[in-house]
């Protein structure tokens, strides 16, 4: 008899799974709808292949431990356990907003664009050694950096309590505005911060890569040059290499993809792992992470608490130290309490009700995020590399504009076709949505202004452009809004709902992603039906829509009747048809070609 081994055996009764035949099943049902298995696979930004299905034959290195090098699966032995640092962005100086915001589940504070004057009223009835701040002056960091070194020597803390960042940048001022980067800055900060021994002085912002449609790698390449570019600085002014590293932070973007975002924070640890263990101070990464401003929209701006939702989640998971969730309605302008009570309590439901922190890295051991970390890690690396034999930061940021300029060109076409589908804004728009108004945050184009909503909006000149994945479609909808009378695309529906509701569905989601009203025809058995609609709609655009049998039988005449009517110009929905047609509209077309074509048919101004 044989004994047990005190193990349980789940599903013992079945058979071991077999690639193969797995494999096997899927090519199966991939031959009934004509696809293949290469359909299955996703190319990232970075030329990184996302695989339909990983298991332990994809081999990655080991991850190590928590807490110790290469850090891939945290910075501390204890991860996340006791939860990730909530911290908050606040444009405005507000004492009330800060107060409430501490008072109910923030843990630190990021005040970003506040006039330095302001920072001791604001933070009076803030216990300083219970919360820490970072402040964000931007090309005004020095101003800002001494202001806040000021507050926090003159309050009643002891120096070793004084946890945040001084928030000098330089190499981020280069790349968001083109002024030089000043280097200097950071030593009169340096001698001014060394009386408070937990306080950091840099931050080595990802966000102007990110923001300039830059991929992941990119991202983490440029970062980490800029991590290097302020080692050498720091340690050229006396410091040894181990004070150096202390002193920075690092900023990275979270995105709605969960599985990118996990892989780049671990990624992210490693790498600068490799960094400082060559400098002989191997240390882990502090990590502060930002839901990203690019996939932010003005329009539908309720689907951005679960764009925001998923990006802190994939943050957390990943290790990150801190995480600011971005209010809903950051792309339209200053926030307002409720929405600075829904990104705060986004987070507090993620912690306290799903209990992410309960689990040391959850992610780790997962096949797809140990190979997705891997190859990240690699593409990053690379990318680093180039930037150094280019001569490092700052002389390479040509080279790294360039190159970013190259991914958001290709990303830019993605969205273009809708491959990059932006949920209420390029699918599933709501025509008859109440825009959000707010006041416009400092520095910003606001959603009252000129421009607000162009490509290009936010850009500063001799800098890294700022972007927006929304706002080429924000734009055709502003330009519908403003115009005197909304541009009407007709729905020319053939036969009955069964027959035309799925390419009807597909032309009122693509026209009103720009804005276009889509009046229908309904249920239709004539030419004659769908031309009295015509005419009574007003419209001088029609878009047949309907099957594959009904365009055999109908396209032909009631194109031919349309253009009696007086249309101006006959779409068709679907690839091909006998019918003559001035152009066809599928899953996969340029919707904003379209979009535009009929705009300017219209004499709709953009």
């Given amino acids: 008899m044989m004994e047990p081994s005190g193990e349980l055996a789940l599903?013992?009764?079945f058979p071991?799974?077999?690639?193969?035949?797995?494999?096997?099943?899927?090519?199966?049902?991939?031959?009934k709808s004509g696809a293949d298995f290469g359909s299955l696979v996703t190319t990232t930004y970075d030329g990184i292949d996302v695989q339909p299905l990983y298991t332990a034959a994809d081999e990655a290195p080991a991850a190590g431990f928590p807490g110790l090098p290469p850090f891939t699966r945290g910075g501390r032995p204890q991860g996340s356990v006791d939860g990730w640092d909530v911290r908050q962005q606040h444009r405005v100086a507000d004492r009330d907003a800060v107060t409430a915001d501490l008072e109910n589940g923030v843990t630190s504070l990021w005040l970003k664009g506040l006039d330095p004057a302001s920072y001791d009223d604001v933070?009076?009835?803030?216990?300083?050694?219970?919360?820490?701040?970072?402040?964000?002056?931007?090309?005004?960091?020095?101003?800002?950096?001494?202001?806040?070194?000021?507050?926090?020597?003159?309050?009643?803390?002891?120096?070793?309590?004084?946890?945040?960042?001084?928030g000098a940048d330089?190499?981020?001022?280069?790349?968001?505005?083109?002024?030089?980067?000043?280097?200097?800055?950071?030593?009169?900060?340096?001698?001014?911060?060394?009386?408070?021994?937990?306080?950091?002085?840099?931050?080595?912002?990802?966000?102007?890569?990110?923001?300039?449609?830059?991929?992941?790698?990119q991202e983490l390449g440029a970062s980490l040059a800029a991590g290097v570019a302020y080692l050498r600085h720091l340690t050229e002014a006396g410091l040894t290499a181990a004070e150096a590293v202390r002193l920075l932070e690092f900023r990275y973007a979270a995105t709605a993809d969960q599985f990118l975002t996990i892989a780049k924070f671990r990624a992210a640890r490693r790498l600068w792992a490799r960094v400082t263990e060559v400098s002989g101070a191997p240390a882990p990464q502090l990590q502060h992470a930002v839901t990203s401003p690019a996939m932010m929209t003005r329009r539908d701006p309720?689907?951005?608490?679960?764009?925001?939702?998923?990006?802190?989640?994939?943050?957390?998971?990943?290790?990150?130290?801190?995480?600011?969730?971005?209010?809903?309605?950051?792309?339209?302008?200053?926030?307002?309490?409720?929405?600075?009570?829904?990104?705060?309590?986004?987070?507090?439901?993620?912690?306290?009700?799903?209990?992410?922190?309960?689990?040391?890295?959850?992610?780790?051991?997962?096949?797809?995020v140990e190979k997705l970390t891997d190859d990240l890690?690699?593409?990053?690396?690379?990318?680093?590399?180039?930037?150094?034999?280019?001569?490092?930061?700052?002389?390479?940021?040509?080279?790294?504009?360039?190159?970013?300029?190259?991914?958001?060109?290709?990303?830019?076409?993605?969205?273009?076709?809708?491959?990059?589908?932006?949920?209420?804004?390029?699918?599933?728009?709501?025509?008859?949505?109440?825009?959000?108004?707010?006041?416009?945050?400092?520095?910003?184009?606001?959603?009252?202004?000129?421009g607000a909503g162009k490509p290009g909006a936010g850009e500063r000149a001799g800098g890294l452009p700022r972007v927006r994945y929304a706002q080429e479609y924000e734009?055709?909808?502003?330009?519908?809004?403003?115009?005197?009378?909304?541009?009407?695309?007709?729905?020319?529906?053939?036969?009955p709902v069964a027959a035309h509701t799925a390419r009807a569905t597909f032309a009122a989601n693509l026209f009103q992603a720009g804005g276009i009203e889509?009046?229908?025809?309904?249920?239709?058995?004539?030419?004659?039906?769908?031309?009295?609609?015509?005419?009574?709609?007003?419209?001088?655009?029609a878009c047949l829509c309907g099957s594959d049998k009904g365009y055999a039988e109908l396209a032909a005449p009631v194109a031919d009747a349309l253009r009696e009517a007086g249309a101006e110009r006959v779409l068709l929905a679907g690839r091909t048809s006998d019918a003559s047609i001035d152009e066809h509209v599928f899953t996969g077309c340029k919707a904003l070609d379209v979009l535009e074509r009929t705009f300017d048919l219209l004499g709709v101004q953009r």
């Fill in 170 to 217: 330089p190499l981020g001022v280069r790349a968001r505005t083109g002024q030089p980067a000043d280097l200097a800055a950071l030593t009169d900060l340096l001698g001014k911060a060394r009386g408070f021994p937990e306080l950091r002085v840099v931050v080595v912002d990802g966000l102007p890569f990110h923001e300039a449609g830059g991929s992941d790698a």
């Fill in 302 to 368: 309720w689907v951005n608490m679960l764009r925001t939702t998923v990006a802190c989640f994939g943050a957390g998971l990943g290790g990150a130290d801190a995480v600011t969730v971005l209010p809903f309605d950051a792309a339209i302008g200053l926030a307002d309490d409720f929405s600075r009570r829904i990104a705060r309590n986004t987070q507090s439901l993620l912690l306290e009700e799903s209990k992410l922190a309960g689990v040391i890295d959850p992610a780790g051991g997962s096949w797809y």
């Fill in 518 to 541: 889509t009046p229908s025809a309904g249920p239709t058995r004539t030419a004659d039906d769908v031309v009295a609609a015509f005419r009574a709609s007003g419209a001088r655009v």
């Fill in 11 to 13: 599903a013992a009764e």
């Fill in 377 to 450: 890690a690699r593409a990053a690396w690379d990318w680093f590399r180039r930037i150094e034999a280019a001569g490092g930061l700052p002389k390479a940021f040509d080279l790294v504009a360039g190159e970013i300029a190259e991914t958001w060109a290709k990303r830019r076409e993605n969205l273009a076709d809708r491959t990059d589908a932006i949920t209420g804004v390029s699918e599933f728009p709501d025509p008859t949505e109440r825009p959000v108004v707010r006041p416009p945050a400092p520095g910003e184009p606001g959603a009252g202004e000129p």
């Fill in 475 to 495: 734009a055709l909808r502003d330009a519908a809004d403003a115009a005197p009378e909304r541009p009407k695309v007709f729905l020319a529906t053939l036969g």
């Fill in 16 to 31: 071991t799974p077999d690639r193969e035949a797995w494999l096997d099943l899927v090519r199966g049902v991939l031959r």
């Fill in 123 to 166: 933070l009076a009835d803030v216990y300083l050694d219970l919360a820490p701040v970072v402040v964000d002056g931007g090309a005004d960091f020095l101003a800002a950096g001494r202001a806040m070194l000021r507050v926090w020597d003159q309050r009643p803390v002891l120096p070793s309590q004084v946890r945040g960042n001084v």
